[in-house]
T-cell receptor
Framework: GAGVSQTPSNKVTEKGKYVELRCDPI?????LYWYRQSLGQGPEFLIY????????DSGLPNDRFFAVRPEGSVSTLKIQRTERGDSAVYLC????????????FGNGTRLTVT | AQTVTQSQPEMSVQEAETVTLSCTYD???????LFWYKQPPSRQMILVIR??????QNATENRFSVNFQKAAKSFSLKISDSQLGDAAMYFC??????????FGAGTILRVKS
């Protein structure tokens, strides 16, 4: 596709449930990033992949959060035992390479935990 | 840790007028990049302008320009001839080597017709 695609656009889940959020980056982009944007705040870095490997996962808040990118393209952010505080917009971005190329963002997934 | 501060939660501008959004940041590095992103209701972050810290010349993109004051760690965005389509949330962001961005809390820009 022409841009970064994120699915679903919106997700409502109950506290304690497991969710998966998907990101399909721009074709050929080797670097992929996940950010979390809570209401009224700027995005906060979660994790970044270079190819298939997580190059920096220092932003993941705790071990309930996990992300994969098994074939170096599509990535899935997985949240176990969701809590109401996980409610936020989860943004994915990709770039051609991880150093000087600009980031291209998707439209995000709005996660609501009830 | 690096921090980015946007002290204006909300700004308003009349159509065709000029508005300046403020941003300050804290870093001990000498080489870094600064960005302004626009986020409309669609939620997609759109790059408006980028500045490399080692370049003294202020970046310009059409109606958008920055005032980069490295010693003061200030990076303001000027929007000239404001248009209704400029209304959005604007975020200032900082990046060192590598592509991990640190964002400010954002400024809502309202454009009045």
């Amino acid at each position: 596709g022409a841009g970064v695609s994120q699915t679903p656009s919106n997700k409502v889940t109950e506290k304690g449930k497991y969710v998966e959020l998907r990101c399909d980056p721009i074709s050929g982009h080797t670097a992929l990033y996940w950010y979390r944007q809570s209401l009224g705040q700027g995005p906060e870095f979660l994790i970044y992949f270079q190819g298939t490997g997580a190059a920096d996962d220092s932003g993941l808040p705790n071990d309930r959060f996990f992300a994969v990118r098994p074939e170096g393209s599509v990535s899935t952010l997985k949240i176990q035992r969701t809590e109401r505080g996980d409610s936020a917009v989860y943004l994915c971005a990709s770039s051609l390479e991880p150093y000087n190329s600009p980031l291209h963002f998707g439209n995000g997934t709005r996660l609501t935990v009830t | 840790a690096q921090t980015v501060t946007q002290s204006q939660p909300e700004m308003s501008v009349q159509e065709a007028e000029t508005v300046t959004l403020s941003c300050t940041y804290d870093t001990s590095e000498s080489d870094y990049y600064l960005f302004w992103y626009k986020q409309p209701p669609s939620r997609q972050m759109i790059l408006v302008i980028r500045q490399e810290a080692y370049k003294q010349q202020n970046a310009t993109e059409n109606r958008f320009s920055v005032n980069f004051q490295k010693a003061a760690k200030s990076f303001s965005l000027k929007i000239s001839d404001s248009q209704l389509g400029d209304a959005a949330m604007y975020f200032c962001a900082y990046k060192e080597y590598g592509n991990k961005l640190v964002f400010g809390a954002g400024t809502i820009l309202r454009v009045k017709s």
